[in-house]
Nanobody, 125 residues
């Protein structure tokens, strides 16, 4: 599975961005897709995840982004999105999309099998 993340950029505080993560290669009809982020000098942290099946799309969010970020999916396009609103300087990071062939209930990177290359989000104050 290859994951290609896009949509990062420079935005002012309070602005919005929409990240996309398209999957190619071997794909799965179930599992979990997620987003993590890593600020300079810090560990990679969970942002959001969504289950990947035709029947449901259960979502989870880190407390720090609840109410501001929305994860969604288009199974037909094999793509997951992260809509980010009310962005803050502390949201500045490289954002990585990830995929697991299992339903992931936790929030640690080790639970995900595949990773995209990352896209940089910079929020200027």
């Amino acid at each position: 599975v290859q994951l290609q993340a896009s949509g990062g950029g420079l935005v002012q505080t309070g602005g919005s961005l929409r990240l996309s993560c398209a999957a190619s290669g071997r794909t799965f009809s179930s599992g979990t897709r997620g987003w993590f982020r890593q600020a300079p000098g810090k560990e990679r942290k969970f942002v959001s995840a969504i289950t990947w099946s035709w029947s449901d799309g259960i979502t989870r969010y880190a407390d720090s982004v609840k109410g501001r970020f929305t994860i969604s999916r288009d199974i037909g396009k094999n793509t997951v999105y992260l809509e980010m609103n009310s962005l803050k300087a502390k949201d500045t990071a490289v954002y990585y999309c990830a995929a697991s062939i299992r339903v992931v209930r936790g929030s640690v990177p080790e639970e995900f099998d595949y990773w995209g290359q990352g896209t940089l989000v910079t929020v200027s104050s």
